[in-house]
């Protein structure tokens, strides 16, 4: 590569050093000093790696995990300046390189990015939140969602699972909504199936009823058995605010 700076190219092989470890002479530097610097730089993205995939990092063997560190950061040159961000470019480089790992493992993928996603939902920007009152009539109030939300969806559970009992055997379709707390932050997990997930997409269009809602739910279920299910999931939302409550005045 030719570099229309000779600084450029110094920059370079600093970095080239800082993600691989093979030295490359540079003017003024010194070789023991600079390891200083690679082992902190170092200690930075796998620290924030393990911060973000703590399920990620139990499961794998030692060696597995450290192998995985170091050839995401010698090999994948991330887009993101930001450090809190790369975690995130983790799950794409095994897909993009199909790792072994995800050979031996094969619900990691969605294990990876259930991760990701939470700390996606923690630290996302605060959208705006519609007007809502806690008191209302379940069967009769307009019902308002939390709008800091995502639905996944996954091959394996995941999120109802230790990742270390999962087998083959567990394969289907699952579905997970996470939602940020108002009051406190934390990110919380509900388990759904394909009729949750077209009530949730329902309300993030607009403030529905109860009965707008059993339509829904009617075409999963019979009339006594929908009225059941969508009464319980109503009232497990609202006390997660994953339902924020009641359209006030209506």
Not at 17 to 26: D, K, L, V
Not at 119 to 125: A, G, S, T, W
Not at 151 to 169: G, Q, R
Request: glycine residues 4%.
């Amino acid at each position: 590569m030719q570099f229309p700076n000779p600084s450029f190219k110094y920059q370079n092989d600093l970095a080239h050093f800082c993600r691989t470890g093979e030295y490359i002479p540079i003017p003024g530097i010194i070789k023991k000093n600079v390891g200083r610097y690679r082992n902190l730089i170092y200690s930075i993205v796998e620290d924030s790696l393990q911060s973000a995939y703590p399920l990620t990092s139990n499961l794998l063997e030692e060696k597995e995990w450290d192998d995985l560190v170091h050839e995401f950061f010698s090999s994948h040159r991330c887009q993101s300046p930001l450090v809190g961000q790369m975690p995130k470019e983790l799950h794409d480089y095994m897909l993009e390189t199909d790792n072994h790992l995800l050979f031996k493992y094969p619900f990691l993928s969605d294990l990876l990015m259930m991760e990701w996603y939470e700390v996606e939902i923690f630290m996302m920007e605060d959208k705006e939140i519609p007007n809502y009152t806690g008191k209302g009539v379940l069967s009769t109030n307009l019902l308002v969602i939390n709008p800091e939300l995502v639905i996944l969806s996954m091959n394996y559970p995941v999120h109802l699972k230790n990742a270390s009992k999962i087998t083959i055997e567990d394969e289907s379709q699952y579905f997970v909504c996470l939602h940020r707390e108002q009051e406190t932050g934390k990110v919380r997990f509900t388990d759904i199936k394909y009729a949750h997930v077209e009530l949730i997409e329902t309300l993030l269009n607009k403030d529905v009823s109860f009965t707008a809602l059993l339509k829904i739910f009617l075409k999963y279920a019979k009339e006594e058995d929908a009225i059941i299910a969508l009464s319980q999931f109503l009232k497990a939302s609202i006390e997660s605010k994953l339902i924020l409550g009641f359209s006030p005045g209506k």
